[in-house]
Nanobody
Framework: QVQLVESGGGLVQTGDSLRLSCTASGRTFSVYSMGWFRQAPGKEREFVAA????????YYRDSVKGRFTISRDNAKNMVYLQMNSLQPEDTAVYYC????????????????????WGQGTQVTVSS
């Protein structure tokens, strides 16, 4: 069973940047697509970004396009989320999750495809 550990969250001001990291255990990380999700207080968890198993395809929710960038380093079993121009509405606990094997088209992946959730990292953006 894979274990995912997120880090890099914190308290920042509007317009600041953060880079979240997710470390995955196991030897099969490189064949899985990966995703970032978030959950704000009192709200349902929502998709943020996804990246294909080889890193050649990415997909974002509309509200973060142009501000967030997902990337991965398969040699290090890491996936990242670079977040720029942070806004108060980005405040949430951010989770990484493993998708499916050999998925290239992450745009069409249903949320149900993601699992092995990490414990999350808190991102708070003050206005």
């Amino acid at each position: 069973q894979v274990q995912l550990v997120e880090s890099g969250g914190g308290l920042v001001q509007t317009g600041d940047s953060l880079r979240l990291s997710c470390t995955a255990s196991g030897r099969t990380f490189s064949v899985y697509s990966m995703g970032w999700f978030r959950q704000a207080p009192g709200k349902e968890r929502e998709f943020v970004a996804a990246i294909s198993w080889r890193g050649g395809s990415t997909y974002y929710r509309d509200s973060v396009k142009g501000r967030f960038t997902i990337s991965r380093d398969n040699a290090k079993n890491m996936v990242y989320l670079q977040m720029n121009s942070l806004q108060p509405e980005d405040t949430a606990v951010y989770y990484c999750a493993r998708g499916s094997r050999y998925r290239d088209d992450v745009r069409s992946a249903p949320e149900s495809e993601y699992g092995s959730w990490g414990q999350g990292t808190q991102v708070t953006v003050s206005s």
